[in-house]
Nanobody, 122 residues
Framework: QVQLVESGGGLVQAGDSLRLACTASGRTFSTYPMAWFRQAPGKEREFVAAISLNGIITYYVDSVKGRFTISRDNAEKTVYLQMNSLKPEDTAVYYC???????????????WGQGTQVTVSS
């Protein structure tokens, strides 16, 4: 069983930055590929970024490439999402998840956090 807790969301203006964090329970965090998803009102949950066990390999959805950076600290059992140059269309609830590395469908992921709201005003 894995428990995930996200933090760091908030209300910001377009162009601002936020850093989300997701802390996991359990002793085997370093064996979990991790990912961030987001879900805007009325839309399906969307893949945002994924990171490999050792943090070397990362994937991003095209809409956030060059603006968002996923990273992880296995000693702290935490995965981060640094979000720069935020846009109103980035507004969503952001979730971290544990699942197969490279998976881009929410149905592939087993464990989810409760989500953290990110709102970007224009």
């Amino acid at each position: 069983q894995v428990q995930l807790v996200e933090s760091g969301g908030g209300l910001v203006q377009a162009g601002d930055s936020l850093r989300l964090a997701c802390t996991a329970s359990g002793r085997t965090f370093s064996t979990y590929p991790m990912a961030w998803f987001r879900q805007a009102p009325g839309k399906e949950r969307e893949f945002v970024a994924a990171i490999s066990l050792n943090g070397i390999i990362t994937y991003y959805v095209d809409s956030v490439k060059g603006r968002f950076t996923i990273s992880r600290d296995n000693a702290e059992k935490t995965v981060y999402l640094q979000m720069n140059s935020l846009k109103p269309e980035d507004t969503a609830v952001y979730y971290c998840a544990v699942g197969p590395f490279g998976g881009r469908r929410a149905s592939e992921y087993t464990y989810w956090g409760q989500g953290t709201q990110v709102t970007v005003s224009s």
